[in-house]
């Protein structure tokens, strides 16, 4: 195992157990070294996130589409994020176009929630839950 994938290993464990701080900072001090690492990105995305740092998140999020436009899970991760800030039609964009990459029932659960008018509430998962087993 090499230096970069050693300090990865420890972000990620950071992440994990809620070290979100400690985390971003990893992640982005193997960025500097290796800034289109389209996994560390995702998980800075991610870390920026939970931080609830949205706009960071999403910047975070479009570069590795930038790099991998199929990546489903920069599209999955971004379009949950832009869901969070109220960005629905770009969210639901992302969420298409993931699903039309790689089609499942999690991804056609976040459509559902996101086109029905009660998006946010437990019934409505439980419906689009029914609806689509």
Do not use: W
């Not at 870390?47 to 436009?69: T, V």
């Not at 699903?99 to 008018?117: C, H, M, N």
């Amino acid at each position: 195992m090499n230096d970069l994938e050693a300090l990865s290993e420890t972000a990620v464990e950071h992440h994990q157990v809620g070290s979100l701080v400690v985390a971003k900072a990893l992640y982005k001090q193997i960025l500097r070294k290796n800034p289109q690492h389209i996994g560390v990105l995702n998980n800075l995305g991610a870390a920026l996130d939970g931080l609830g740092l949205f706009d960071e998140a999403i910047s975070c999020f479009r570069k590795p589409l930038a790099i991998r436009d199929d990546s489903v899970k920069a599209l999955n991760n971004l379009g949950s994020t832009l869901h969070v800030v109220d960005r629905l039609e770009e969210a639901g964009d992302c969420f298409r176009r993931a699903f039309e990459l790689a089609p499942s029932d999690g991804l056609r659960i976040k459509l559902a929630l996101l086109l029905s008018p009660l998006h946010a509430s437990v019934e409505a998962l439980e419906e689009s839950h029914r609806v689509l087993v």
